[in-house]
């Protein structure tokens, strides 16, 4: 009986960087299938299903399918992805990453009032941005100011969340600390701009 499925889609496998994070924060047993891809491929169309012998032998021949099943080219920049990866251990930079960010997230919350929430796992987390902590109502206004202001000081933002006032943070496994830090810097300024 299957139990549980672990969708690892945007962060595309970091090999289980995601997973490592969700386990570590449960405490629990491994998922029955992890379906992974985009970043696998290094922007090459990609994805891969990963399951126990007994999960993947349950489903009959030829059920299992997909649009990029199979491709050659795929293959070999998935694989050479997973190897760069590995040898420059993303799952930990990505677990760094996240501990950092979030902890300065966390003392931007203290300051204003105007972030509601900071929440994810790992490197893959969002500010969330309200009009008051008391009634938590989503300010996209805030956020729509805030991604220009940050965008003109050379800082890239994505907005998301169904009212679109969270700010969606999933920074590159290559950056360096000193991009890190640049990247915080900016973004507290912006938000002060907009205050």
Do not use: W
């Not at 509601?116 to 008051?132: A, H, P, S």
């Not at 805030?142 to 999933?170: D, H, I």
């Amino acid at each position: 009986m299957l139990r549980e499925a672990l969708p690892e889609i945007v962060t595309g496998s970091v090999p289980g960087a995601k997973a490592k994070a969700i386990l570590d924060r449960r405490n629990e047993a491994a998922p029955d299938i992890i379906a992974t891809a985009k970043s696998m491929g290094a922007g090459v169309p990609i994805s891969d299903i990963s399951a126990r012998e007994e999960v993947m032998d349950a489903a009959p021949a030829g059920t299992i399918g997909g649009t990029y099943c199979g491709n050659p080219l795929a293959c070999a920049a998935a694989i050479k992805t997973m190897e760069i990866m590995k040898e420059e251990d993303y799952c930990a930079k990505s677990l760094h990453i996240g501990s950092v960010v979030r902890k300065a997230f966390e003392e931007m919350k203290e300051k204003y009032d105007i972030i509601g929430d900071v929440r994810g796992i790992g490197g893959m987390l969002g500010v969330e941005f309200v009009k008051d902590k008391e009634s938590k109502e989503p300010n996209p206004e805030f956020v729509s100011k805030l991604v220009q202001t940050a965008l003109q000081k050379g800082l890239l933002l994505e907005n998301a969340g169904s009212s679109s006032n969270v700010v969606r943070f999933l920074a590159p496994l290559c950056m360096t600390e000193e991009q890190m830090e640049a990247g915080l810097k900016i973004f507290e300024e912006s938000i002060l701009a907009n205050l």
